[in-house]
């Protein structure tokens, strides 16, 4: 396995400046991707590959604040998102 570092869910939050909430979404609602491992009873322990994080984060970024996506594709996304 490649060089694999993965972060908390709070530690992603506090590294970019949002809730936890947030990220809970970008991982419900947006397509973060997350490794779920195993813990005490029905618990997993959520975790996130910083590769992936920063792939995640390179699909949602904007050129002096236009996104790189088409007004059409925009309005589809702000649906999703």
Do not use: Q
């Amino acid at each position: 396995m490649k060089n694999l570092k993965l972060l908390t869910i709070a530690k992603v939050a506090e590294e970019l400046g949002v809730s936890r909430t947030i990220v809970y979404w970008w991982i419900s609602d947006c397509g973060l991707p997350v490794v779920e491992l195993p813990g005490f009873g029905r618990k997993h322990f959520k975790r996130i590959n910083m590769g992936k994080l920063e792939k995640f984060l390179e699909s949602h970024e904007t050129v002096k604040g236009k996104p790189k996506v088409s007004k059409k594709e925009l309005i589809f996304l702000e649906r999703k998102c």
